[in-house]
């Protein structure tokens, strides 16, 4: 599997964006989808995840109300919808895959990262 993500750019802080990552490949169907951020000087946090086959999704409690996780299986793409983004959402966002068959926990693939810049 091959991600790629796009959709980030600077905005105001209130603003929404959406990101997107394609998906390339094999069949995604034993695959959980996640999203993760890194802003400069920080460890990489994991913003969310949907399984691609059950579609069943969760959002780390930090992102819960503003951000909204989704999928298009016809485009084999996975979204992410953030709403109202503060300048600490700055940062860059990953998309990564995990096959069920890995250890938990284990990404085994990740895209190239799309920066997210908020203003204040």
């Known amino acids: 599997v091959q991600l790629q993500a796009s959709g980030g750019g600077s905005v105001q802080a209130g603003a929404s964006l959406k990101l997107s990552c394609a998906a390339s490949?094999?069949?995604?169907?034993?695959?959980?989808m996640g999203w993760f951020r890194q802003a400069p000087g920080k460890e990489r946090e994991f913003v969310g995840s949907?399984?691609?086959?059950?579609?069943?999704?969760y959002t780390a409690d930090l992102m819960k109300g503003r951000f909204t996780i989704s999928r298009d299986r016809t485009k084999k793409t996975v979204y992410v919808q953030m709403e109202n983004l503060k300048p600490e959402d700055t940062a860059i966002y990953y998309c990564?895959?995990?096959?069920?068959?890995?250890?938990?926990?284990?990404?085994?693939?990740w895209g190239q990262g799309t920066q997210v810049t908020v203003s204040s």
């Open positions: 990564a895959a995990h096959h069920r068959a890995s250890p938990a926990g284990e990404w085994n693939t």
């Open positions: 490949g094999r069949t995604l169907s034993n695959y959980l």
């Open positions: 949907i399984d691609w086959t059950a579609g069943s999704i």
